[in-house]
């Protein structure tokens, strides 16, 4: 049977194996799997990302971005910024306007 002090040494070195263990993965996957830095990332999807405008006559008015995501010109976004709430209904907005970031 093991005293106290030999119970707390056995559990001490079991969270150190694990502790190591974990620091290990962390260290070889920040070694060998890349993430590249924001500015990277900016600069890759900088022309993907659009302004986007939509407005309903006399009601209501939205901004914010969208992301083209084909070839053809689909884009995604948020529900907020293409939907309003009018009387407790969403509604789409009239009309919309684009205004690329490249296009200034």
Do not use: W
């Amino acid at each position: 049977m093991l005293e106290y002090g030999q119970a707390k040494k056995k559990d001490l070195i079991g969270i150190s194996v694990i502790g190591a263990g974990l620091l290990t993965v962390i260290l070889l996957y920040n070694f060998f799997i890349r993430v590249p830095p924001a500015s990277e990332i900016y600069q890759k999807t900088f022309d993907s990302i659009i302004e986007l405008k939509c407005e309903t006559k006399g009601s209501a008015e939205s901004f914010g971005t969208a992301e083209i995501i084909t070839k053809d010109g689909k884009l995604i976004t948020n529900a907020h910024v293409v939907t309003y709430a009018k009387l407790g209904q969403t509604t789409k907005f009239e009309s919309y306007s684009v205004r690329f970031s490249f296009g200034n």
